[in-house]
């Protein structure tokens, strides 16, 4: 198979690549390298996938005629579309930065996948369009229609230009909603390295809603196999599916949505816990309201996903923070 990966520089994108060329697939990825965190970190998790079946470009995804003739001359036979802009808080001050790589960049693919036939686009969703879903766990049957940020409004977005495509041009596609993904190669903006990099240098964290919070933190190295399970799992049409009968996670055309999570959230408290515990330093807190764009919980039922593939997460909490620091340390030489 050749796969196109998009966000090939990112934290998941480059360790899916990894995946990818070690079973012995041909993959071209793609990446802006834009500077929203540290391009150094980036180029780093590109100079490890050192494979003669992967080809790097830097594109961005905005680009429409660029992309327009990567896939007219690569012909890719699979899709896993990661890149986007990122950040829940950051999208409420730079929301224009969302609309240019989620919205133009995810159609620039659709129409990438349908002009040159594509047989399965796998694409990041995101947990965070469940919003203000009280309901738990979340289900892929629940309704997604109430996000609290800009940038989860973008995920759902995302889902529905999907299906219409999938509709329209009988191009299968599959979303995954990312559940607190952290481990190895993390993103510098997200909760397990700030709180790492701030205990570390006797700073104090933030911890909001008073630490009253519920998070389904899942290790990389699960979602990564998720995600490779799962491109082998295009949808197929159900001509027996209605809007009145059926889940919003398929359809009668070749669409599907899961959730990709660990499946059994954590305190905020007990993640912080485990980071202490594995530093051997206690955190300088700050205790704080719930901020803007936040959710209570998040929580992943992943029983659909498991039928689809046969794979259920494997790193526990413990054992990914571990593995997390062990890496920081290295990398930034702690």
């Not at 190669?185 to 933030?206: C, E, N, V």
């Not at 807190?285 to 046969?310: C, H, I, S, W």
Request: aromatic fraction near 12%; glycine fraction near 6%.
């Amino acid at each position: 198979m050749k796969y196109l990966v998009t966000g090939a520089a990112g934290f998941i994108g480059s360790a899916v690549v990894e995946k990818l060329t070690a079973s012995g697939q041909e993959v071209v990825g793609i990446d802006n390298l834009n500077d929203y965190y540290d391009v150094n970190l980036k180029l780093a998790r590109l100079e490890r996938i050192k494979h003669e079946q992967f080809k790097f470009i830097e594109l961005d995804l905005a680009e429409r005629s660029a992309m327009a003739n990567l896939f007219e001359q690569e012909r890719f036979d699979r899709v896993i579309h990661l890149a986007a802009q990122a950040g829940v808080r950051y999208s409420i001050d730079n929301p224009h930065a969302y609309a240019d790589s989620n919205l133009v960049g995810h159609l620039n693919v659709l129409e990438g996948c349908r002009q040159t036939k594509v047989k399965h686009l796998i694409y990041a969703s995101s947990s965070s369009v469940y919003g203000l879903n009280a309901k738990v766990p979340f289900e892929t049957s629940d309704t997604v229609d109430h996000p609290v940020s800009l940038y989860a409004a973008t995920k759902k977005a995302n889902e529905l230009m999907s299906h219409s495509y999938s509709h329209l041009y009988d191009i299968p596609t599959t979303g995954l909603r990312f559940f607190t993904v952290y481990g190895s190669w993390g993103r510098p903006d997200m909760a397990p390295f700030i709180f790492t990099k701030k205990i570390l240098d006797g700073d104090t964290i933030d911890i909001n809603n008073n630490g009253d919070m519920w998070r389904d933190f899942t290790h990389v190295d699960d979602i990564v196999e998720g995600v490779v399970r799962i491109a082998d799992v295009a949808p197929n049409k159900n001509e027996q599916w209605t809007v009145e009968t059926g889940t919003p996670a398929s359809s009668s055309a070749p669409y599907a949505v899961y959730n990709i999570g660990h499946g059994s959230p954590i305190s905020l408290m007990d993640f912080v816990k485990a980071i202490e515990d594995e530093l051997g330093l206690e955190a300088k807190k700050n205790f704080r309201e719930m901020q803007p764009g936040d959710v209570y919980q998040t929580y992943a039922d992943t029983k659909d996903l498991f039928a689809a593939t046969g794979y259920k997460p494997k790193v526990g909490v413990k054992e990914g923070v571990a593995e997390f620091i062990t890496w920081y340390k290295k990398f930034y030489k702690k």
